[in-house]
Structures are given as C-alpha cells and as structure tokens.
C-alpha cells in the first residue's frame, strides 16, 4: 500500500469547517484513499473514501485532486465531537488491511 | 455497516497470565482482523482470521504469543498470552464488508502489571 503524509496536529474553531490535507504522491490508479477518525480511546469510525471523484455523506467530503497525489478531508461545521485524530489511508480495492500512519490530531476549539 | 463488540472492555491481568479476547459481530463475515494499538501509537495489524483456515499472521506476530480462533462466520476470539507490561495495549477487532470498508469494535483496553 501506497504511504501517505499527513500533519501531525491542527486546531480548528468550533462551527468552522476543518480541512484536513493528505499527500500521497505514490497511490496506484487501483487504490482508494479511505479516511477513518479515533475519537480518544474508542475504536477507529470510518468516515469516507473514494477513488477519482469527489466523494460526499453525511459526515465530510472528499476533494481527490486530478493527479490523485493528495486529498482534503473536509468537516463542514465542526463541533466539538470531532476533535480526534484522523487517518488517511490508500488501500487497494478488496485488499484485506489497513496501514495506520499516525494520522492528524484534530482539536475543535469553542 | 457492521455492528461489532468486544469482551471484556477492559482488563487488568498479571504478568505470566493469558487473557481471551472475544469479537462478535451482528452478521456473517468473511475477513476478521485483530489490531494492536499501544499507548500513544497507531494501530498495527496482528494477524487476519478467516472462518475455516488458519489465521494469517503479520511480521512480528506469532502463533504461539497470539493464537486465534475463528468458529464461525460471525465470531473470534485473540488471545494474548505469557503477558508482561509490553502487552499493555488496546487491542481491536474489525471485518471487511464485501472488500470495501472495515468497520472496528470498541476496543479491549488491557493493562499488565
């Protein structure tokens, strides 16, 4: 699986969207990019993935740039809640694991 | 998505001793997968279990410390055993869906003293 690079903290105000960036200049034209959140000490929550296009739900959306070498998460009204940490993972389609970088600490600040 | 749960949530265990880790899910599944989390890391794969074979280890893990069972399409269980502090970890369970989302369990918290 291809590695990707995140940072390693961002603050963000309460009610502001968080964009949350991932570089992965490697992935194969067969990987998705596959982003999960860790809310502290509970079990990784999947949050959304995609391949090519932009990809939206009830919880974030997914901006995938042409070249697919990086992607924003992007969380449209923080809240509190979503203070955690994020992983951005690229994945190949039916691949059986996940490889957790250490991902982005996310802080909503009120 | 997959409703998954673990016992025990927690744990405090003695060094020497062995402890089983239970992973159940609401449906059948075809991939469980247990993960290791220690203190302010990542999650790092343990081993993959499928119903029926013998369950694939990761580098760095073996059988006889992390056997695992797999009886049925809807159940697994880890056990960590001959534990000493370095064991102290959270341990996670999850499933792949049809190969195209995993979804994880709540996470034993375990302690060795």
């Known amino acids: 699986d291809a590695k990707t690079t995140q940072p390693p903290s961002m603050d963000c105000a309460e009610g502001r969207a968080a964009n949350l960036p991932c570089n992965h200049s490697?992935?194969?034209?067969?990987?998705?990019v596959y982003w999960y959140r860790q809310i502290h000490s509970q079990g990784p929550q999947y949050i959304i993935h995609?391949?090519?296009n932009n990809e939206t739900n009830e919880m974030a959306s997914l901006i995938i740039t042409e070249d697919r070498k990086s992607s924003t998460l992007i969380l449209p009204h923080a809240t509190l809640r979503d203070t955690a940490v994020y992983y951005c993972?690229?994945?190949?389609?039916?691949?059986?694991?996940?490889?957790f970088g250490q991902g982005t600490r996310l802080t909503i600040n009120p | 998505s997959a409703v998954i749960s673990q016992k025990p949530s927690r744990d405090i265990c003695q060094r020497g001793t062995s402890l089983t880790i239970q992973c159940q899910v609401d449906?059948?599944?075809?991939?469980m997968f247990w993960y290791r989390q220690q203190p302010g890391q990542s999650l790092t794969l343990i081993a993959t279990?499928?119903?029926?074979?013998?369950?694939?280890?990761e580098s760095g893990f073996v059988i006889d410390k992390f056997p695992i069972s797999r009886p049925n399409l809807t159940f697994s269980t880890l056990t960590v055993s001959n534990m000493s502090p370095e064991d102290s970890s959270i341990y996670l369970c999850?499933?792949?869906?049809?190969?195209?989302?995993?979804?994880f369990g709540p996470g034993t918290r375990l302690l060795v003293l």
């Open positions: 490697t992935i194969s034209g067969n990987e998705y």
């Open positions: 995609g391949l090519k």
């Open positions: 999850s499933t792949d869906q049809g190969g195209q989302t995993q979804y």
């Open positions: 993972i690229v994945r190949l389609q039916g691949a059986q694991k996940l490889v």
């Open positions: 449906s059948q599944v075809t991939m």
């Open positions: 279990a499928n119903q029926g074979s013998e369950a694939t280890y």
